[in-house]
């Protein structure tokens, strides 16, 4: 069960993710400005296809919990940051996805920027918790080192969002948490998927 679901886990987020990836980059203009969001809002010519990607991604993330399921904080948290990804997909932001203080909002705004930013701040929380877990093995230290990267980027994600608005610099640094959280759960799906049964105690 547990190598099923982290293979499955596995193969579900890279397939959300890169469908995620065409839908962004495929309209004209550059895929670098404003949020990832923007790609799944009305009028996006790939609105329904990125926010299939998302919810198929909240789905691995699900998976992969489910395969960490012996530690029992760790996979809560990853099917609660699943479910808050989801909604980031189902409840999509208006036109450029205005973030208050700084532009004018609407409920769906609101709901759609929270469910994304918990969710990813709930995910940092299952990194923390896996890496700071008794297993000592490489599913701990790839843990490791996407905290260490997750972290300061969040922050300064966090802080942009805050203190500046909108920015090409805060585009980057989105997508930058976001390949991260990507390739850890990829890393971590595939790790459960091949070690032996036993191997989280």
């Known amino acids: 069960m547990t190598r099923g679901a982290g293979i499955g886990g596995a193969a579900a987020v890279v397939t959300g993710a890169v469908v995620m990836l065409v839908a962004l980059v495929a309209p004209d203009g550059s895929w670098w400005d404003g949020y990832v969001s923007e790609a799944g809002t009305a009028g996006q010519p790939y609105a329904i296809p990125y926010r299939f990607g998302l919810v198929l991604l909240a789905a691995g993330v699900a998976l992969i919990g489910q395969a960490l399921r012996e530690l029992r ?40 920027a929270a469910a ?24 701990t230290r790839l843990a490791g080192v996407a905290v260490a990267v997750t972290v300061p980027l969040g922050a300064v994600l966090g802080l942009l969002m805050l203190f500046v608005g909108r920015s090409d610099f805060g585009a980057l640094v989105e997508r930058a948490v976001l390949f991260v959280a990507v390739c850890w ?3 971590t799906g595939l790790l459960m998927g091949i070690r032996r049964p036993a191997f989280v105690r």
Do not use: I
């Not at 948290?77 to 205005?98: E, F, H, K, N, Q």
């Open 73 to 112: 904080l760790a996979s809560t948290a990853m099917v609660v940051a699943a479910g808050l990804a989801a909604t980031s997909g189902l409840v999509a932001c208006t036109d450029r996805c205005p973030l208050p203080p700084y532009e004018p909002t609407t409920f769906a705004d609101v709901v759609h």
């Open 116 to 139: 994304s930013v918990l969710g990813m701040l709930v995910l940092a929380g299952a990194m923390a918790l896996v890496w700071l877990s008794d297993l000592r093995t490489a599913v």
């Open 185 to 187: 759960l990829t890393g």
